[in-house]
């Protein structure tokens, strides 16, 4: 009976031992569990914190993405409004008060005395009389034509040269000079 209670005492010993060593590692373990969740929670905030940066910097790109096309577009049409307006312009210009002086002056600035003078149709219908009188009077021997191709403006033909005066040609030359211009005007 000794060797029972003997065997008794040890094991009673042995169950208390293991009770402590159990409660030692729970409490071990919850420390550790402590600390994991207060890892895990500063690297949730920490993350949080990164996802809020992230949403706001999408939202800018976006932002400024579409404000950059809102932009474009507003200079897309701002450049077909300067278009129209030099288009107009341009299509005014042979009913303003200086066009036949105009028409003299790239004559005399091509610094020919013959060959073929090419004007539009209409501008032939409009100086025809102004322009042979002129060009009597300035001793200058061009045969007038039309050109169906110029919208207004002049082209002295002589020979393999082509002195280009037309309308269509000097606004091209200019538009972006009259687009700044225009531009300004408008906005």
Do not use: W
């Amino acid at each position: 009976m000794a060797t029972q209670q003997v065997t008794g005492k040890i094991l009673e010993d042995a169950k208390e031992e293991a009770q402590e060593i159990l409660e030692h590692y729970k409490k071990e373990a919850a420390h550790v569990q402590k600390q994991y969740d207060e890892k895990i929670a500063e690297e949730k905030a920490h993350i949080d914190a990164e996802a809020v940066t992230a949403k706001k910097t999408e939202y800018m790109r976006l932002v400024s993405q579409k404000n950059l096309e809102f932009r474009k577009d507003i200079v897309a049409e701002k450049r077909k409004h300067i278009a129209k307006v030099i288009e107009e312009a341009i299509r005014k210009l042979p009913q303003h008060k200086q066009y036949f002086p105009f028409l003299t002056a790239m004559i005399k600035n091509s610094g020919e005395k013959t060959g073929e003078l090419c004007i539009s149709k209409d501008d032939l219908k409009r100086y025809e009389k102004k322009l042979e009188k002129f060009l009597k009077e300035s001793s200058y021997s061009f045969k007038i034509m039309h050109d169906d191709n110029i919208y207004g403006g002049a082209l002295i033909k002589k020979e393999k040269i082509v002195y280009h005066g037309s309308l269509d040609l000097i606004s091209e030359l200019l538009r972006d000079e009259l687009a700044i211009a225009v531009s300004n005007r408008l906005f």
